[in-house]
Structures are given as structure tokens and as C-alpha cells.
């Protein structure tokens, strides 16, 4: 079994929390992905996992056994680091093989185990070759090629793809994937890039502060955000966060004639996709204040009294800065969200979209 367990696991430095009461579970060959900006404290939960720093307080068990005071070594992982870490000394078989010689695993299973992993990486072609002789993705393959060499039911990834192009990255994540699948290795990937994460993974945990934001799948994460910093965070463009003026029957758009129903006395935010944003001959009015034309669609942004909305509109959109429009979206696909502390108010959706009155939202619905 290789099952992960992290319970209310901790690490301080003085007065600094880099990590704080952080729990999850990565069931066994399964991929998740620990996901946020820098210095949220992902990378650091890693190397905690990893054995690399010791823990403040709580427990991490792999395959049921509790590892937390065990060095790396005796964990039975395996790690891919942002840097690569090739020796430029030694050849790409002499880089892949260098963690079994130094383990002193015989000359016949280190050379049928370079066969298959140069066969899953495509590496067969250049074993003979230095790592200055290669690309940053065949780099990126040979260290990937060391960690699946070791034939640990756990592999950690801190990152492994920041430092190539955006396409080579799309092709690297799609391997990856694929051999985890494949060989049902345990894996937990570290990444800032949230479209890493939604391709690759089937666990999100995202992270922020040192603490988990939510935990969720990714279709889960990006339907249901369980708070405005995760709302923001997934998605591209990030969703739209509209403040309001509460009254007493209604919440107004602060600056706008929009209305949608509210609790009497909350104070909310209502999030918007932009791809749920529809552009229309009636609506809320708005003024266009740029355009950014993508090829498969175009990225409106507009202005609704003074706040900024994005509408994502597939093909071209006939549209100059300054123009006047309509927008309006439907009531199912609005998030309601309190003001104060940012957590998702459900409650208030639900009157939202029950509502009887006819306010654009509800025509649309």
C-alpha cells in the first residue's frame, strides 16, 4: 500500500508558520496536486512529506506506517526536484542509474531496468549523451527517469515543469499523467500553475497561508469554490467578484442599477464566470473598457458602474473600447459569497435563484 496520511501536520520557524495544522489523504495511485502562489507553504509540506525538514507537530504515514521521525532514505519515495540536479559529468544512463549503484543493486537489474524506463521516457536514443547536449524536455525526462528507476511506490514532485515553455510543459503534464497511471505510482505534485493542476489532477488541495483552502476535485474546485480566494485563484479569466451596497429587500451592484435578492442584513459578494457572462440587447448596462481577442474566443472587459466585470465570448467580438452594452447571466451559475470572511453563503443563492420576482437573471434562467 502506498497511501498518504498528513494529520494536522505543522512547521514554525520562530514565530513564522510555513505550514499550520495542514491535513489530507492521497489514496494509493492516485495523483494529487498541492496547488498556490508562492510562499503558501506547498513546497514546504512536500519536503515534510519527504523527510527533507522535520515536522513541528502532527503525522505523516506512508502505506499506514509512521514515517514522521524516519530520514529520507528509509520513506521508500522517490523525488523530482524544479532543478533537474543532473550531474553534467555523467552520461543520461549513468545520471538515470546513479541512485541504484549508489544502493548497490546488481549490474543485471540496473541494466533491465535502464531498458524499461529509457522505453516508457523515449530516452533509448540518448543514453550516451551529456545533459548539455540535450533539451530542457529531455532534461526534464532523464529526471523523471531517475525518480521512476527506484521503483517507489511514491514519487514527489516539487514543480518539475516551471522551468520550460508553455507548450513543452502541455506535453510534459500529459506524460507524467500518463505514467502515473500507468505504473500506479502514488504521486503529489507541487505546482503554482492552476491549469497543471485541473489536467492532471485527481485530488486538488489548495492552499493558502500555510493552511488549506479547500480540498475538492477539480471540477468540484472550479463549480463550487468554496471560498473568493479559491474563486479567483481557478480559472482563466478568474472569476468575477461584484461587491454590493445592501438594502433592505435587495443587494445593489455598488455603483450600478443591477439587483439581485439578499438576506436582509449580510453584506455578499456575488462571483460570475466570465464564460457565464452574456452579452446582450438587454441586461445590466456597461461600458467596454478593453478587448482582448484570443483566436477560439474574446475576453470583454467591461464596466459596470465602478467595478470591472470580464465576459468570456466565443470567436470575435465586434466591439471598440468605450462602447455601451448590455450583460446579464443566469441565476444558476451565480456564486454568492459572505463579504466579511469570504466563505461561500449557499443560503443566499438559494433565495437568489427562487426569487420570484423578474430581474434579468431570473428572464434568462
Known sequence: MSQITVQDVSKHWDTVKAVDAVSFEVGAASLLVLLGPS????????????????????RILIGGEDVT??????????????????????????????????????????????GRVASLLGLD????????????????????????????????????????DAQLRAEMRREIRTLQQKLGITMVYVTHDQSEAMSMADQVILM????????????????????????????????????FATGVERAIIAGGIARVPSMPTQEILLGIRPEHVIIEHEGIAAHVSNIEFLGADTVVTC???????????????????????????????????????????????TLATNDANGSVQKRLA
Open 125 to 164: 536514443r540518448l543514453l550516451a549523451r551529456k545533459p548539455s547536449q540535450l533539451s530542457g524536455g529531455q532534461q526534464q525526462r532523464v529526471a523523471l527517469g531517475r525518480a521512476i528507476i527506484a521503483e517507489t511506490p511514491v514519487c514527489l514532485m516539487d514543480e518539475p515543469l516551471s522551468n520550460l
Open 39 to 58: 510562499g503558501c507553504g506547498k513546497s514546504t509540506t512536500l519536503r515534510l512529506i519527504a523527510g527533507l525538514e522535520q515536522v513541528s507537530s502532527g
Open 208 to 243: 493558502r497561508d500555510g493552511r488549506v483552502e479547500q480540498a475538492a476535485t477539480p471540477d468540484l474546485l472550479y463549480a463550487r469554490p468554496a471560498t473568493t480566494f479559491a474563486a479567483r485563484f481557478i480559472g482563466t479569466p478568474p472569476m468575477n467578484i461584484l461587491s
Open 69 to 114: 521521525e524516519l530520514p529520507p532514505a528509509k520513506r521508500h519515495i522517490s523525488m523530482v526536484f524544479q532543478s533537474y540536479a543532473l550531474f553534467p559529468h555523467l552520461t543520461v544512463a549513468e545520471n538515470i542509474l546513479f541512485g541504484l549503484r549508489v544502493r548497490r543493486v546488481p549490474a543485471a537489474e540496473r541494466s533491465r531496468r535502464l
Open 303 to 349: 464596466a459596470i458602474g465602478d467595478q470591472s466585470v470580464t465576459a468570456r465570448v466565443p470567436g470575435k467580438a465586434s466591439l471598440m473600447p468605450g462602447a455601451a452594452i448590455n450583460i446579464a447571466w443566469r441565476s444558476e451559475n451565480m456564486h454568492v459569497f459572505d463579504a466579511k470572511s469570504g466563505r461561500r453563503c449557499d443560503d443566499v443563492l
